[in-house]
């Protein structure tokens, strides 16, 4: 028999009912809905419309929060105190739907969809989750809107006010123009790979008409610009704490003239640039082949327009990238990756009428930074951006290579007592460096810019009107107006800078690094004496002393990679000597990768002309040996050298 509650149960349950709605003042947003509405359509709503704006408003999900004490918590789960006079963005991924791909598929045990979110200076990433068609997101985030406030470019009067204002009144938050970006990442712990499966970047400010937003964000497809959606991401924004309601209207119309603003100065720039660039081609017929590049293709969800310097600005890591050499080893354990769904010219890099659409993409730095991996244009950017950061005059040059191609790379310059200037390029794809000397040559391995047509940099775009380009024959004094065509610096302040990605110390400085080298070299050994009894070749391994030996060889490496300090081997060599017996031989090849995927390294040692012959190894008494050194970085980037050798006897 059913329960029947009394009518005073029922009386009592909706009094505590009506008592929590007008606590959390439920009544009052429906009312507030109920009259915007009507004065903004001129009739009333009906049934299905209103619960739709209740819904949209986060009325319901703010109300079910606050019967779970889900405010209570928000510092907890971040893991962090708040500041009890600053005023938070609570931002939640409450899952996922429509994500067809994975429609009729099983999910993968190796594959897993990461979210990595930014918001000013502030980087979130997701719990993986699993891939499916509707992955259950489930995380909470908190940016310091203060914070951004104060780091947002604002003069030091508007400072000055933000810090002695009334922070009940929430009018000054519209003036706060920054997007949420997100990146939606499938990442393959078997590859150890990321792959950008969509994007978008989300306007914030709505959540400041009641305090709470509920919204579907349709991520675009990947990272090549295309509008089509992979799938809906269900997100909610909410102000903590929420004290002034501000009008829709108000907030509409700070977005529209931020919009007008914003599009009358990229007029006014491409005005000024097509002007700058037919003065530049007239100095003479020759300049019209140059590489000299004033816009690219800035690929988010959608396709930006932006001028090169846009994507430049001062970039400190403080305390996690210490100098400019870890700077440049850093940038090169990011993946050169050509992406053929772009559309590009060589090297992501033409030369281009200003007055007509670029027809190359660059992908943002966010995006670069969350795949671990991008093109040449990428690279140079955000090592330029690190250098700036640590008090370098960097700028990106662009020219050719020693084929003739097309190319980029990066150069810092330091004025010597004599007004002449010390010039030194780097090459961000491997973080090799060259001293420019008047009359100087490259080395072989250098595979840089070795003609300069132009640069530019944080505010600053030249080009030049030399007769000659070779690096060690041109003169980098951009202030000599003879030899370099130079845009003016007010005028490329007109555009707004591209967002800079804050870079993340490595999550791999509180493992125990030693253990994932040994379990790798178990891996490996094993992938190795797989590999031989295919073969029909017995596999004996010695993991004692020439394996400890080793390390010496491949922490030298490294050294000599971030250093550039000529390798020294001869301690190695006669550590290799005094451990073998007499008669007998040793060799090895050490193999760098970027990534810490067995499956992969064991693909690339069988295709290697230097590690196959040691795979293959025949005779008697041969014994293996392997050694794993890893080297981590911000971003979670690794520098992994494996060292495959052998001791046998000589024939």
Not at 475 to 502: A, E, G, H, Y
Request: aromatic share 8%; proline share 4%; glycine share 6%.
């Amino acid at each position: 028999m059913e329960d029947v509650l009394s009518p005073d149960k029922i009386h009592e349950l909706r009094r505590i009912v009506d008592s929590h709605l007008r606590e959390s003042n439920v009544y009052g947003q429906v009312r507030e809905l109920l009259l915007d509405y009507t004065a903004r359509e001129g009739n009333e709503p009906n049934v299905d419309t209103l619960l739709s704006l209740v819904q949209e408003r986060g009325c319901i999900s703010r109300l079910i929060d606050s019967a779970k004490g889900a405010k209570a918590n928000v510092a907890e789960n971040q893991g962090k105190t708040l500041r009890p006079n600053d005023r938070y963005l609570h931002i939640r991924l409450l899952g996922g739907r429509a994500f067809l791909e994975h429609l009729d598929s099983e999910p993968s045990k190796h594959e897993k969809l990461i979210a990595s979110l930014q918001f000013g200076s502030h980087r979130f990433t997701s719990k993986p989750t699993i891939c499916s068609c509707d992955p259950p997101f489930d995380d909470s985030f908190l940016v310091n809107v203060d914070t951004e406030l104060t780091n947002n470019g604002t003069s030091e009067q508007l400072q000055r006010m933000l810090r002695h204002q009334d922070r009940r009144n929430s009018r000054d938050l519209m003036k706060l123009n920054q997007k949420i970006h997100i990146v939606l990442l499938r990442y393959n712990s078997q590859r150890d790979d990321y792959k950008v499966i969509g994007e978008n970047q989300i306007e914030w400010r709505n959540c400041l008409k009641s305090g709470s937003v509920s919204l579907s964000v349709e991520m675009g497809g990947g990272n090549h610009g295309l509008r089509i959606p992979i799938g809906v991401m269900e997100l909610q924004l909410e102000i903590l704490p929420y004290h002034t309601a501000i009008g829709g209207d108000d907030i509409q119309n700070q977005i529209n003239s931020e919009n007008s603003d914003s599009t009358a100065s990229e007029r006014e720039f491409l005005v000024y640039a097509r002007r700058w660039w037919q003065e530049y081609h007239a100095y003479s017929p020759s300049f019209a082949s140059r590489n000299v590049k004033v816009f690219a293709n800035i690929i988010t969800h959608l396709t930006q327009m932006a001028p090169v310097t846009s994507t430049v600005s001062v970039l400190r890591p403080d305390r996690i990238l210490d100098s400019p050499y870890e700077c440049a080893r850093f940038v090169s354990l990011l993946t050169f990756d050509y992406d053929d769904d772009r559309i590009k010219h060589p090297q992501g890099v033409s030369t281009m009428n200003p007055a007509k659409p670029a027809t190359d993409g660059w992908l943002n730095q966010f995006s670069f930074i969350s795949r671990k991996k991008g093109d040449v244009p990428e690279h140079c950017t955000l090592l330029t951006s690190l250098l700036l950061g640590h008090g370098l005059d960097a700028w990106v040059v662009l020219g050719t290579d020693a084929s003739g191609q097309r190319h980029m790379s990066v150069m810092s310059r330091s004025k010597s007592s004599d007004e002449s200037y010390s010039v030194i390029l780097w090459n961000p794809m491997n973080g090799e460096r060259h001293a420019v000397e008047s009359g100087g040559s490259f080395p072989s391995s250098w595979l840089g810019v070795t003609h300069i047509h132009s640069a530019f940099t944080d505010g600053s775009l030249v080009a030049s009107l030399q007769s000659v380009d070779e690096v060690h024959e041109i003169s980098f004094d951009f202030d000599d107006d003879r030899l370099w065509k130079s845009m003016n610096p007010i005028k490329l302040k007109l555009v707004k800078k591209q967002p800079q990605p804050t870079i993340t110390p490595s999550s791999l400085t509180t493992v125990d690094i030693s253990s994932i080298e040994q379990e790798m070299e178990a891996a490996m050994m094993q992938a190795v004496t797989d590999y031989r009894d295919q073969r029909g070749l017995i596999t004996t391994w010695d993991m004692g002393s020439i394996s400890y030996i080793m390390t010496q060889a491949l922490w030298s490496l490294e050294f000599q990679k971030i250093t550039s300090v000529p390798l020294e081997m001869d301690s190695f060599h006669a550590s290799i000597r005094k451990c073998i017996q007499s008669g007998r031989l040793f060799t090895g090849f050490p193999i760098h990768f970027t990534h810490r995927s067995p499956s992969r390294m064991m693909s690339h040692l069988a295709s290697s002309k230097h590690t196959t012959d040691i795979l293959e190894l025949q005779g008697d008494d041969i014994r293996h040996t392997i050694r794993i050194k890893i080297t981590s970085y911000p971003e979670d980037l690794v520098s992994v050298w494996v060292m495959i050798g052998a001791v046998y006897t000589a024939m």
